[in-house]
């Protein structure tokens, strides 16, 4: 895969029938980013009338990046309700409008369109049960399910009565839930019998049970039917939602919340240690969500938009439901995977639903792309009108094949750069304003101000190459980290005082361009999803054969990085193909199978400095089978391990 430097650049200016119908042209976004930074009360201020507030605030921005007494509070006065926002209040116009198209797993299945009064009542219905069953305002609920409407209902339940919710991924192990139900602890979860992708079953009631045994807490398990699938069961817990919420009430009014009030935690790996819980809150959250959603996909009424994340990611959350939602769109949920029943399943279901807006991850595309066009070119895709990436920096390749053969140069490319930790898009094109570069995400969304510095902290000016890091407060932030703001603090806002530290590394060219170029600590990003290289290295230190392990990313065709796992074994030992495999099996079931290695070099020794510190930067370069380079290996304690490692390397080209 080539790098930025050796593309031959190109650009796509904004044609006039891109601009004719958008929201922002570029003297708009020109004007309106000059007022968001130079003026944010009043810019904010306005854009927040986007929503429904049930008292009004009269504070919009109270908020300071200073070291150690970071603090962010948005419309800090103002009160209102998500649930009322994304549902209560499109009865009147689009109550018999769909909210949610759901597409299954087996596409013989029949797809199902929930209209916003159907929504409602599941959502007052599903919240009358959490109530019954004894959840109250600021209690946190862990949602452990598929990609199942009931998902959305769970959520905007939550939401209605002031619950936080802490969505966990399907695909991690009963572990992680076990991790995540204590860390926040969770007193409730909700789940389903079984989930299904690509075709094979995902035993969640049976996981969740497994966690519950190592995390205690929970009292009650909400499960949603679905597969249909036996199930183990524990009288007194275990409740059928379908059962409970045929019992209860179809009206349940939404608890009035305050902006700052939490709305959700949601875990994801840092450099250091077990996952931090990332708390977001009510109003600058949503505002934040609905107007990027607008104005990035530019979102008009009657569209139907399709995010193919999952719900148990950041992306599902802001961009599958809450923001989607609050701007009263049709919002396309799909169960399955890209390449069941085969690799035309995405442009099928385009065709399907005549989906106009598109969002997926660059790994996604790169693997369909190597499936070939044929894929693609059997399906119309003719309502297709905008495209857009997340998750990891998109080679120009893959963005030159989902503009040519995807989109036909007829959609626009959004490519969106936003964490976990910001809510919401923070550099992206504007499709009616932006001149596209294929592998840059762009410029920065209103009131975002990015910035690179060097390694010591200096602001670096111009084309440049450096850290990322944003200066001051955007609306749909996070707040802390959940139960341990000093984290928050430390983690980021102490490498450079006064300044938010994204993790990311990133060039800005001539024409003041930002290309992410990825992390600079030690998270990975494996087909899109963060991966701390701390927590595979605990998952391989448990296992009882294994004495140290090192773990490192390595450039990955498709996924974009992969695994290279370096372990040392107890003395007496044997470093078989046996164990190796056994040691994928053991993270798979530790953390999920995203963190299955992909590589595992038996390692008599790793090298360390004279003080004992792994020298992770000889790790990489093995592993990118760069190891011609090693650099500086003179202050190596024994500088004999770093040739048995070469020597051994498992990634060779
Ligand atoms: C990476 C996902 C390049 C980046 C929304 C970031 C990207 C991490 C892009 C956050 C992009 C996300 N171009 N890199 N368009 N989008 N990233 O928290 O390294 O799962 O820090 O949020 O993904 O991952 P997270």
Same mark, same amino acid.
């Given at each position: 895969m080539s790098e930025h430097k050796n593309y031959k650049l190109e650009t796509v200016a904004v044609p006039d029938e891109w601009m004719d119908r958008a929201y922002i042209d570029k003297a708009l976004y020109e004007r309106g980013y000059k007022q968001s930074v130079e003026d944010p009360d009043t810019f904010w201020g306005k854009e927040a009338k986007r929503l429904d507030w049930i008292k009004p605030y009269t504070r919009v921005k109270n908020t300071t990046f200073e070291y150690p007494d970071v603090s962010i509070k948005w419309f800090e006065d103002g009160t209102l309700n998500v649930s009322a926002n994304c549902v209560d209040r499109h009865l009147g116009q689009r109550g018999d409008h769909t909210a949610i198209i759901w597409e299954p797993d087996d596409p013989n299945t029949p797809a199902r369109h929930i209209t916003y009064r159907e929504l409602y009542e599941n959502v007052c219905r599903f919240a009358n049960v959490l109530k019954a069953e004894g959840v109250?305002?600021?209690?946190?609920v862990t949602i452990y399910l598929p990609m199942i409407p009931e998902a959305a209902?769970?959520?905007?339940?939550?939401?209605?009565?002031?619950?936080?919710?802490?969505?966990?991924?399907?695909?991690?192990?009963?572990?992680?839930?076990?991790?995540?139900?204590?860390?926040?602890?969770?007193?409730?979860?909700?789940?389903a019998d079984e989930g299904l992708r690509g075709g094979r079953k995902i035993p969640l009631k049976a996981?969740?049970?497994?966690?519950?045994?190592?995390?205690?807490?929970?009292?009650? &398990?909400?499960?949603?039917?679905?597969?249909?699938?036996?199930v183990p069961w524990t009288e007194g817990r275990d409740v059928w939602l379908d059962e409970a919420m045929a019992k209860v009430d179809a009206e349940c009014p939404p608890e009035e919340m305050n902006a700052e009030d939490p709305l959700f935690i949601l875990y994801t790996s840092g450099s250091t240690g077990k996952p931090k819980g990332v708390l977001h809150t009510t109003g600058g959250y949503l505002v934040f969500a609905a107007m990027t959603h607008q104005y990035v996909f530019d979102y008009h009424e009657g569209d139907i938009y399709w995010c193919t994340a999952d719900v148990g990611w950041v992306t599902g959350h802001s961009y599958i439901v809450y923001g989607p939602l609050a701007n009263g769109a049709t919002t396309l949920m799909f169960e399955g995977v890209p390449n069941y029943p085969d690799a035309s399943r995405f442009w099928q279901v385009v065709d399907k639903h005549k989906v106009n807006i598109f969002y997926t991850a660059p790994t996604a595309i790169r693997a369909l792309m190597g499936a070939g066009d044929q894929y693609v070119t059997g399906a119309s895709r003719k309502s297709l009108r905008l495209l857009g990436t997340v998750g990891e920096p998109i080679n120009p390749e893959a963005w030159e094949w989902y503009y040519h053969v995807v989109?036909?140069?007829?959609?626009?490319?959004?490519?969106?750069?936003?964490?976990?930790?910001?809510?919401?898009i923070l550099i992206t094109p504007l499709p009616g304003a932006t001149t596209l570069k294929p592998g840059s995400a762009t410029l920065p969304f209103f009131g975002v101000q990015p910035a690179l510095v060097d390694a010591d902290g200096k602001t670096l000016e111009g084309e440049a190459s450096g850290?990322?890091?944003?200066?001051?407060?955007?609306?749909?932030?996070?707040?802390?980290?959940?139960?341990?703001?000093?984290?928050?603090?430390?983690?980021?806002?102490?490498?450079?005082?006064?300044?938010?530290?994204?993790?990311?590394?990133?060039?800005?060219?001539?024409?003041?361009?930002?290309w992410i170029t990825g992390r600079v600590d030690d998270v990975i990003n494996v087909s899109g999803h963060r991966m701390g290289t701390a927590e595979?290295?605990?998952?391989?230190?448990?296992?009882?054969?294994?004495?140290?392990?090192?773990?490192?990313?390595?450039?990955?065709?498709?996924?974009?990085?992969?695994?290279?796992?370096?372990?040392?074994?107890?003395?007496?030992?044997?470093?078989?193909?046996?164990?190796?495999?056994?040691?994928?099996?053991? &993270?798979?079931?530790?953390?999920?199978?995203?963190?299955?290695?992909?590589?595992?070099?038996?390692?008599?020794g790793l090298p360390k400095t004279r003080s004992g510190k792994i020298m992770r930067r000889i790790l990489r370069k093995i592993a990118e089978d760069e190891y011609g380079n090693l650099g500086d290996t003179s202050t190596l304690a024994d500088p004999g391990v770093v040739s048995d490692l070469v020597e051994n390397r498992q990634n060779r080209r």
């Open positions: 109250k305002k600021g209690d946190r209902y769970a959520m905007l339940a939550c939401a209605r009565i002031g619950a936080v919710h802490s969505i966990v991924f399907g695909g991690f192990s009963p572990d992680s839930l076990a991790g995540r139900i204590e860390d926040c602890k969770s007193g409730f979860v909700i789940t996981n969740t049970d497994t966690a519950i045994d190592k995390s205690g807490h929970v009292q009650k &398990v909400l499960v949603v039917r679905h597969t249909g699938g036996n989109g036909e140069t007829r959609c626009p490319i959004v490519d969106t750069w936003w964490q976990t930790e910001t809510g919401g850290n990322l890091v944003i200066l001051d407060a955007w609306p749909g932030m996070m707040r802390t980290v959940y139960g341990d703001h000093q984290r928050f603090v430390e983690t980021y806002f102490s490498a450079y005082k006064g300044k938010y530290f994204t993790g990311d590394g990133c060039r800005r060219d001539a024409d003041g361009y930002y595979v290295e605990s998952a391989l230190v448990s296992h009882p054969k294994v004495s140290e392990a090192a773990v490192v990313g390595y450039p990955h065709d498709i996924k974009g990085q992969g695994i290279y796992c370096y372990v040392t074994l107890m003395s007496g030992e044997e470093g078989e193909d046996a164990l190796k495999k056994e040691l994928r099996e053991w &993270v798979r079931n530790e953390i999920g199978p995203i963190a299955s290695p992909d590589h595992i070099q038996f390692a008599p």
